[in-house]
């Protein structure tokens, strides 16, 4: 059948990127974007360079506002989609309207995490502005992030000398405990794990990444906070293991994602921990595309990184057009925290019969960067102010380069070399 009306529902990178492939690759029909945050925008800067004032709205746009006319997309902004009904090929909109569209794509991305210490003593909302009593809106101190108004509430208490208390020391907690002292806040950083993030980075890597907090007066507790209750100053946070509990101004619960599913459930297609896709973006229902941080592939985790959100919108365009779909290629993410920067790509293993840990430089004097091998094949690397070694990483996994850990291992090699077979 040939489509000539696609509906993106959802406007961040993942739905962008799929309007955006469809017109590269061709596409002339009707193609309709439904945003509810209006003109898409980028989301990393909200932890980093926007949170710090350094940036405005308009410098992470993802596309300039003109651009959706030339490429003839009909933005339908600050609106929300509340069904899909896939058999009539509708998306119908919070005001009623009805879009006809032979392919439909969710792009709807995910909500933070609120977990159980969000239901805070006495009433204070997670994130939102409060009444004080006298008819002026407070914004409360506790807060998520995942969007512009979560950035803009959170940033107007990150002032010098604020005390926040952050729970949870993964990727965006730790960009936000870098980003708060950068605006004089002192900061505690609170998580179960020792140390957090060795799943991504690998153990050595994660140790020294989290003992960069102490470096920069974060002070890092490695335990679970059990309970926040509102005080007349501020909140109060029981951690769990000590007696008496901490102030804190201000809170940022930094613990994860869920998908967004609800509209794929209400329309009887297959969720689980994600709207379930199969190789090429398409959920159980044939005209029914998911893409981004709400899809996940079939007995795979998600990715919730933003180049994989990108890859997906092509690859759901490629589908689309029944073209085929960009070449897959190894997950790759990057990070930014006390000014360095950190790449990964692929899986990285803790050193076990089958896999070995190689390092390139020495972990802890940026730049260097750590591999995991299994036999000859690098499955994974990270690297800190080093993305030349990540990237040559990524082909070698992509080509299946076979490589020796002691040519790896010397930071003389040129990488480019040992991806030609020269050693
Ligand atoms: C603070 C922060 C920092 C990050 N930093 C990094 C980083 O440094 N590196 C990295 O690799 N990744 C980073 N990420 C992750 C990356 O940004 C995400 O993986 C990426 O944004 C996912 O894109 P998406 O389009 O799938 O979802 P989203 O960006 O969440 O977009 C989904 C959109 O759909 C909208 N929507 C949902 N439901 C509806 C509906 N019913 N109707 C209309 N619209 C709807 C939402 O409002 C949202 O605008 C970061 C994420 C955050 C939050």
């Not at 962008?16 to 590269?24: F, G, I, M, N």
């Not at 006809?100 to 204070?124: E, K, M, N, S, Y």
């Not at 140790?207 to 974060?218: E, N």
């Not at 869920?258 to 379930?276: F, K, N, Q, Y």
Request: with cysteine.
């Amino acid at each position: 059948m040939t489509v000539s009306s696609v509906v993106v529902v959802g406007g961040g990178i993942a739905g962008v990127s799929t309007v955006a492939e469809l017109r590269k690759s061709g596409y002339a029909g009707e193609l309709t974007l439904v945003s509810r945050d209006g003109f898409p925008y980028d989301r990393p800067p909200l932890s980093k360079a926007y949170l710090a004032g350094e940036k405005p709205l308009d410098a992470i746009a993802l596309q300039r506002p003109d651009w959706y006319a030339e490429q003839r997309i009909t933005l339908v902004g600050g609106a929300d989609a509340v069904s899909v009904r896939p058999d009539a090929g509708e998306v119908e909109l919070a005001d009623g309207r009805v879009l006809r569209a032979d392919r439909i794509v969710l792009a709807t991305g995910g909500r933070a995490i609120l977990p159980a210490i969000a239901r805070v003593r006495r009433d204070v909302s997670v994130g939102l502005p409060m009444g004080n009593g006298q008819d002026r809106p407070v914004v409360s101190p506790i807060h998520v992030l995942r969007d512009v108004a979560d950035a803009d509430r959170l940033r107007t208490q990150l002032v010098p000398g604020a005390r926040l208390l952050i729970v949870g020391a993964g990727l965006i907690g730790a960009e936000v405990a870098s980003t708060a002292r950068g605006l004089g806040c002192e900061v505690v950083l609170v998580d179960p794990l020792d140390p957090p993030l060795a799943a991504a980075v690998g153990i050595e890597v994660a140790r020294w990444l989290h003992g960069l907090h102490a470096a920069h007066d974060v002070e890092t507790v490695t335990t679970a906070v059990e309970a926040l209750m509102a005080t007349s100053t501020g909140i109060a946070a029981q951690l769990k293991g000590e007696r008496d509990s901490r102030e804190f101004d201000v809170v940022l619960l930094a613990v994860g994602l869920v998908p967004e599913t609800g509209l794929a459930e209400a329309a009887g297609l297959e969720t689980s921990r994600g709207i379930v896709v199969d190789e090429v973006q398409v959920t159980s229902h044939s005209s029914v595309l998911a893409v981004g941080d709400c899809a996940r592939l079939r007995d795979h985790h998600r990715a919730e990184h933003w180049e994989a959100a990108h890859l997906d919108g092509a690859r759901a365009a490629a589908t689309i057009l029944e073209i085929a779909p960009p070449p897959a290629t190894a997950p790759w993410w990057w990070s930014d925290r006390y000014g360095l920067h950190l790449e990964g790509v692929g899986e990285m293993r803790t050193p076990d019969a089958e896999h070995e840990s190689v390092v390139r430089g020495v972990v802890g004097e940026p730049p260097f960067s750590v591999f995991t091998l299994r036999g000859e094949r690098v499955v994974g690397a990270v690297s800190v102010d080093d993305p030349n070694a990540v990237r040559a990483a990524r082909r070698m996994i992509d080509r299946a380069v076979g490589v020796r850990a002691v040519d790896l291992a010397d930071p003389s090699t040129d990488l480019r070399k040992l991806l030609r077979g020269a050693r």
